[in-house]
């Protein structure tokens, strides 16, 4: 069974850090590319970045790009995201996904809370 | 960035009725569109991809069409489990966008 379990979310003040991890299992994770998409309260659905299987390639949304880093260890099929630079509107729960066909997200984690205030 | 508009914001049905719900795209995506339901407190689950193909275990109430940069998601008959909201994602160019999504609400 595919399982994708986030951690690391929690209170942060404004311009603070956090590291959020996505541990994974039931499948081949080196295998698949890998993003993070996140929700803040009473919005939709935001894909923040990407990241190929083996690591090598990523890509970022605007939103992010610069204060975000996004990682993997294959050895430890787990998934890791960087945030620097938090701001109020970077508050949300944040999702990770399993890439799938090119682009569609198949597996998702239930997320875990930022909540970016002083 | 391609913007998914999707309406209506809200549909409130009763069960046993037809759900449509659209999503309107700001330049072509080809067929490139997926289809999300989520609940409250959980992940998002893969409805549709290529916006009319059926995922893994989706039942076949739930179908998908269109093209270009109008889509449709249709729930044929809508059992208790189907109210939630539901998301329009393409993949046709970075950054991958998502809809506002659709609140399906029971009448």
């Known amino acids: 069974e595919v399982q994708l379990l986030e951690s690391g979310g929690g209170l942060v003040q404004p311009g603070g850090s956090l590291r959020l991890s996505c541990a994974t299992s039931?499948?081949?994770?080196?295998?698949?590319?890998m993003s993070w998409v996140r929700q803040a309260p009473g919005k939709g659905l935001e894909w923040l970045s990407f990241?190929?299987?083996?690591?090598?390639?990523?890509n970022y949304a605007d939103s992010v790009k610069g204060r975000f880093t996004i990682s993997r260890d294959n050895s430890k099929n787990t998934l890791y995201l960087q945030m620097n630079s938090l701001r109020a509107e970077d508050t949300a729960v944040y999702h990770c996904?399993?890439?799938?066909?090119?682009?569609?997200?198949?597996?998702w984690g239930q997320g875990t809370l930022v909540t970016v205030s002083s | 960035e391609i913007v998914l508009t999707q309406s209506p914001a809200t549909l409130s049905l009763s069960p046993g009725e037809r759900a449509t719900l659209s999503c309107r795209a700001s330049q072509s995506v080809s067929s490139y569109l997926a289809w999300y339901q989520q609940k409250p407190g959980q992940a998002p689950r893969l409805l549709i991809y290529d916006a009319s193909n059926r995922a893994t275990g989706i039942p076949a109430r739930f179908s998908g069409s269109g093209s270009g940069t109008d889509f449709t998601l249709t729930i044929s008959s809508l059992e208790p489990e189907d109210f939630a909201v539901y998301h329009c994602?393409?993949?046709?160019?970075?950054?991958?966008?998502f809809g506002q999504g659709t609140k399906l609400e029971i009448k």
């Open positions: 990241i190929l299987g083996g690591g090598t390639g990523t």
């Open positions: 039931g499948f081949t994770f080196s295998n698949y590319a």
């Open positions: 996904a399993r890439g799938w066909n090119n682009g569609y997200f198949d597996y």
């Open positions: 994602q393409q993949r046709s160019n970075w950054p991958r966008t």
